[in-house]
C-alpha cells in the first residue's frame, strides 16, 4: 500500500520559512517524480514544485520561483519543500505526490497523493 505523509506544517508570520517533509512508503521512490501542490479554500489545486527521481529536473511555476525548493533524499524516500519568505497568499493546504511522468504539473498526472498539511501565514 503506498503512502505519501506530509509534515512540517503550521502557523507562522509573513516573512518567515518552513520546511516540509513528505515520506513515503509502498512504492520504488526512485521511479517517480515527486510534486507538490496546494489548494487554498475555495480555489483549484495549484502546481508549486516537481523534482524528478535523478534531481536532474525540477520546475517551479512563477508563484514559487526563488522562494521555494523543492528536494529529495532518495535513501531515506523522502521529499522536501523549502518555503522562504512566506507570504498570506501562501496559506494553503500543502500536498505532496508522486508520478512516474518526469515533467508532471498537472494534478491528474500524479498517481498518489498525501493527506495534506495546512500551512498558515499571517500578515
Known amino acids: 500500500q503506498v503512502q505519501l505523509v506530509e509534515s512540517g506544517g503550521g502557523l507562522v508570520q509573513a516573512g518567515d520559512s518552513l520546511r516540509l517533509s513528505c515520506a513515503a512508503s509502498?512504492?520504488?521512490?526512485?521511479?517517480?517524480?515527486m510534486g507538490w501542490f496546494r489548494q487554498a479554500p475555495g480555489k483549484e489545486r495549484e502546481f508549486v514544485a516537481a523534482i524528478s527521481w535523478s534531481r536532474d529536473y525540477t520546475y517551479y511555476p512563477d508563484s514559487a520561483k526563488g522562494r521555494f525548493t523543492g528536494s529529495r533524499d532518495n535513501a531515506k524516500n523522502a521529499a522536501y519543500l523549502q518555503m522562504n519568505s512566506l507570504k498570506p497568499d501562501d496559506t494553503a493546504v500543502y500536498y505532496c505526490?508522486?508520478?512516474?511522468?518526469?515533467?508532471?504539473?498537472?494534478?491528474?498526472?500524479?498517481?498518489?497523493w498525501g493527506q495534506g498539511t495546512q500551512v498558515t501565514v499571517s500578515s
Open positions: 505526490a508522486a508520478t512516474q511522468q518526469v515533467a508532471a504539473q498537472l494534478p491528474s498526472w500524479y498517481l498518489y
Open positions: 509502498g512504492l520504488p521512490f526512485r521511479s517517480y517524480t
